[in-house]
Each structure stands twice: as structure tokens, then as C-alpha cells.
């Protein structure tokens, strides 16, 4: 009998459908293939509506494969299970009953579910589920059968090739990285915007990063902690690309030109500005924050209008209606919180006012930004004095 180990990855098929589908299921091969590399030698072949992870050589660490492959944007889970090869009725009840068996634990009650795909199969899906069921009931000592809360469900997948498999993994979901589209992300050194980002790159998103520090104020390891998020986010995207872009001279200019109380906005303000100037050498449509409604002074209604008034393209800002609790959960569940709260300067945090302005007028801010007629140039020149890695 023909059977081998492989695991069955679910895609949304939902939200694939159409034109693009095909395209996303190369990048979700692309990916798993990308992940699982470094685990051995296994090949990804597509089924219908499943991808299949098989071995070259025949052995397969469930436990280490599962987890990279479910990190992937746009997978549902995984089961690992059996194939068959040769579908006939006969021959997938010897081996449903070869499965069950082997990875029956304590399980009393039991159902078969049949899926069949193969539209030209000589049974109908109910007739599988059945004849499957009474075999192993025939078989088995100690076992029932109960429909609607049985303990171990075996699930028997009728495609191109027979599957067998009862366990089922949950993956990320979401869309394949990259299949709606670019943008770039503002992050920080902190908990919410990796978070923002990651929110954004399971949506399809491609992101950049972009981190604004200020030497000598900012030191060098408050850099390595974004390189080591934009690493750990790598683990979900394949790479991350990241601008440093070097804020120094711009938060000096802005601390000789601008109230004190509004120092904060004028410098998110010039962050958006420097942003959207990345974003469009990167070709992306959109920028990303961690911003929180009302965490913060500068994170009003009011605050987010007078920096959002700069910007032409859109912001999206994933965290605007969560609770910090909500966001620290998240990034404890990305691993991005152990790194986060590492505790190195940020360039919003020198510099800043004792009585930030929480309600500042847009108008006014940008009234007094028509004097400040160096600005653009500086937030020119940081972008060009931007390094770039490649996470
Ligand atoms: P975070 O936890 O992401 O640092 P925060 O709660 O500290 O956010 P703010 O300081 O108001 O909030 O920053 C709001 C958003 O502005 C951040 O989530 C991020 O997107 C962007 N931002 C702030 N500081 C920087 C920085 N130094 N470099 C890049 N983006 C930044
Ligand atoms: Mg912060």
C-alpha cells in the first residue's frame, strides 16, 4: 500500500478568489518553500485548494515544519496526514483504520467527515464517510461512533490523491504578503508600531520600515533594537527592508523655530513628510502608524488631525481602536514585546515639552510651518542621508 507522511496546508480560498489567485498561491508556495528550506530537502506541490509539504527523503519533523509554515501570511493551517495515492475505496479504509489506530490516544467516540473534490469518484461523500466508518468500527474495540461531538474527527479528502488526517493546526490567516499592494511603516523602537505593521503585512501589505533616530541624543543600540524588530517581522515577510533616517539636525532646527508645547506635533509632522518621501521612492500607496487613539498627548482627535493634515496619501493606524492591554498581547503573540520594552532613548522622547499641547489647531500649526522655510529642505537631506537594511 502506497501511503506517505505529508502535511496539508489550507489556504483562504475566499478571499483568493478571481484573477490573483494564482499569483497568490505561487507566493504562498514561494513562502513555505523560503520557511522550510533550512528543515531539509521537501518539495510543495499544489492539490486542489491545498498545498501539499512532502519529503524527498520521507522523514518529516511535524513540530519544527508547523510552526514556519503557519507563520505565513494568508495560510489557515496545516494538518499532517497521510496520502494516498490510489483512491480506491478498499484501499483508504485499510489506512484510515492504520490511522486511526496509531494516533488514537484515549478517544472513545469518533466520525468520519469526507470532503471529495474528485467530482468523477464513484462515491458520493456521505457513502465514504460511512463505509470508512463501519470498517473501523469492525476493527476497533472500545470505539463509537457519535456525529455530533465525537472526540477524534478523521477527515478523508478525496482529491487528486486521497488524504487522512484528524488534527488541525491554525495558521496566521490573512493574505499572502505582498498581494494588496506596498506601503511604508513608521516604527519606532516600541510595543504599538511593530504591532501596526504586523497587522498591515498579514492584510497582504508589503511594508518598508522607516525609523528616525537622533545621534548623538539616540544611541547606536537603540538602532540595533528596530534592526532586531525588523528581523523578528522578517520572520513573518521573508525580508524587511528598514530606512534609518538621521533626525538630529531637523530636531534641532525645530527646537530654535517652534513653541515648546507644539515641538511634538511639528515632529510627527516632519516624520509623515519624511515617510511619504520614502513611500514614494519605494512605489507604495500608503503609510502605516502605531498610533492609538488617546494613549498619548499628541494622539487626540486634534493631535491626529494636525499631523494627518500634511499627508497626501493614506494613513492606515491598525492599533487606532485598541486598548494597550490588547496591543501588548499582540505583540507578546508576534514576539516583538521582549524587544520592545527594552529600555533605550527614542527621538520623540528628547527634547519634549513638560506641557505637550493635547489639543493643537491645525491651522495654527500650519501657519506657523509656512515660516519655517528650512524644513523641507532638511527632511530632504535626512532622506537622503537615510541607510537602508535589508532585514
Ligand atoms: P510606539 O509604541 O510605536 O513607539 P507610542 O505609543 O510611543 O508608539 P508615539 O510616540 O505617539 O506613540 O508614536 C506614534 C507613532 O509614530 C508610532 O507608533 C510610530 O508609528 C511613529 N513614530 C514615533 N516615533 C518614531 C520614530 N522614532 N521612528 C519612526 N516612527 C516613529
Ligand atoms: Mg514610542
Redesign the pocket.
Known amino acids: 500500500m502506497e501511503k506517505e507522511k505529508v502535511l496539508i496546508v489550507k489556504y483562504g480560498e475566499i478571499a483568493m478568489r478571481g484573477n490573483n489567485r494564482k499569483l497568490f498561491v505561487t507566493k504562498l508556495v514561494n513562502a513555505i518553500r523560503k520557511n522550510i528550506d533550512s528543515e531539509g530537502d521537501f518539495y510543495v506541490v499544489r492539490e486542489q485548494g491545498r498545498l501539499i509539504v512532502e519529503s524527498r527523503k520521507g522523514e518529516m519533523d511535524t513540530e519544527r515544519l508547523i510552526p514556519k509554515i503557519n507563520r505565513i501570511f494568508g495560510i489557515l493551517g496545516v494538518c499532517p496526514g497521510i496520502r494516498l495515492k490510489d483512491k480506491n475505496i478498499e484501499n483508504i479504509e485499510k489506512a484510515a483504520l492504520e490511522y486511526f489506530n496509531k494516533y488514537r490516544e484515549s478517544e472513545k467516540t469518533f466520525k468520519v467527515l469526507t470532503k471529495r473534490s474528485d467530482k468523477q469518484y464513484p462515491m458520493i461523500s456521505n457513502e465514504v464517510s460511512a463505509e470508512i466508518g463501519a470498517y473501523i468500527l469492525e476493527n476497533c474495540k472500545d470505539i463509537k461512533v457519535d456525529v455530533h461531538k465525537p472526540e477524534m474527527t478523521l477527515t478523508v479528502e478525496i482529491r487528486n490523491d486521497a488524504y487522512i488526517f484528524s488534527k488541525f493546526y491554525e495558521g496566521c490567516g490573512g493574505l499572502p504578503y505582498g498581494s494588496s499592494g506596498k506601503a511604508v511603516?513608521?516604527?519606532?523602537?516600541?510595543?504599538?508600531?511593530p504591532v501596526?505593521t504586523w497587522m498591515m503585512a498579514k492584510r497582504g501589505v508589503e511594508v518598508s520600515g522607516?525609523?528616525?533616530?537622533s545621534p548623538p541624543y539616540t544611541g547606536e543600540r537603540a538602532k540595533e533594537k528596530v534592526k532586531d524588530l525588523g528581523r523578528i517581522l522578517s520572520e513573518y515577510t521573508g525580508v524587511f527592508k528598514l530606512y534609518s533616517v538621521p533626525f538630529t539636525e531637523l530636531q534641532l532646527y525645530l527646537l530654535e523655530n517652534v513653541p515648546e508645547d507644539k515641538l511634538t506635533i511639528f515632529l510627527?509632522r516632519a516624520?509623515m513628510y519624511a515617510a511619504q518621501k520614502i513611500a514614494y521612492k519605494e512605489h507604495a500607496d500608503g503609510l502605516v502608524?502605531?498610533?492609538?487613539v488617546g494613549?498619548?498627548a499628541?494622539?487626540t482627535m486634534q493631535g491626529i488631525n494636525a499631523i494627518n493634515a500634511v499627508c497626501t496619501m493614506p494613513v492606515l493606524r491598525p492599533l487606532s481602536g485598541m486598548d494597550k492591554q490588547e496591543i501588548v498581547d499582540m505583540a507578546r503573540k508576534i514576539g516583538t514585546f521582549e524587544t520592545?520594552i527594552l529600555p533605550y532613548e527614542?527621538?520623540?522622547t528628547i527634547f519634549v515639552a513638560k506641557h505637550p499641547e493635547t489639543r493643537p489647531k491645525t491651522s495654527v500649526i500650519n501657519k506657523i510651518e509656512k515660516r519655517l522655510d528650512k524644513l523641507q529642505d532638511i527632511i530632504d537631506k535626512a532622506v537622503d542621508e537615510a541607510e537602508i537594511f535589508e532585514l
Open positions: 511603516s513608521l516604527i519606532s523602537g516600541g510595543i504599538d508600531s501596526a522607516v525609523y528616525f533616530h510627527k516624520m502608524t502605531g498610533e492609538s494613549q498619548v499628541s494622539q520592545s527614542d527621538c520623540c
